[in-house]
Antibody, heavy 119, light 107 residues
């Protein structure tokens, strides 16, 4: 079945960068978008961006200049790197595949990666 | 950006009762709205897409309705596994946005 398995929790200092991986299986990796969404403590879900089947990217304006989404098709894995971390970047980061239904809906999702930014 | 406002924030109900959740958009999203369920410690799961279409494997007790700016997710008879947080999401325009969530809790 379709699975997205994310890398483990990270603790980073302010100003550092973090790179979260999303290893996929059970489908043709190059046939679907991968989306990244985060949820800070007590906050709602926030869309960060997406990477398309050709490797092109769309980023939310809030993250422009700080986020980079890449992929390695040889191992069916997507990556999200966030730089110049701040304390308010502390959140659970999710990857998700575009659904088989309509574009820009997300299904399924990875299990989430907790990133803690603290000095 | 389109703001999605969900109400109520919390819904306290008993198993077997009907749950009605609302999502209101700051401008029309046509029918381009989805609903997700998230249980504690789990990733969100797509329930409804394009306002009224159930995703694969979603039980028939879940239904969605609405268009334009006002949408509803209805759970016809709550099962114990339905107590969770529910989010709406629009795909009408960039950026994709989510509502703040409605928690359905056990009364």
């Amino acid at each position: 079945q379709v699975q997205l398995v994310q890398s483990g929790a990270e603790v980073k200092k302010p100003g550092a960068s973090v790179k979260v991986s999303c290893q996929t299986s059970g489908y043709s990796f190059t046939g679907y978008y991968i989306y990244w969404v985060r949820q800070a403590p007590g906050q709602g879900l926030e869309w960060m961006g997406r990477i398309n089947p050709n490797g092109g990217t769309d980023y939310a304006q809030n993250f422009q200049g700080r986020v980079t989404m890449t992929r390695d098709t040889s191992i069916s894995t997507a990556y999200m790197e966030l730089s110049r971390l701040r304390s308010d970047d502390t959140a659970v980061y999710y990857c998700a595949r575009g659904c088989d239904c309509s574009s820009n809906y997300l299904d399924p999702w990875g299990q989430g990666t907790l990133v803690t930014v603290s000095s | 950006e389109i703001v999605l406002t969900q109400s109520p924030a919390t819904l306290s109900l008993s198993p077997g009762e009907r749950a009605t959740l609302s999502c209101r958009a700051s401008q029309s999203v046509s029918s381009y709205l989805a609903w997700y369920q998230r249980k504690p410690g789990q990733a969100p799961r797509l329930l409804i897409y394009d306002a009224s279409n159930r995703a694969t494997g979603v039980p028939a007790r879940f239904s969605g309705s609405g268009s334009g700016t006002d949408f509803t997710l209805t759970i016809s008879s709550l099962e114990p596994e339905d107590f969770a947080v529910y989010y709406c999401q629009q795909r009408s325009s960039w950026p994709l946005t989510f509502g703040g969530g409605t928690k359905v809790e056990l009364k």
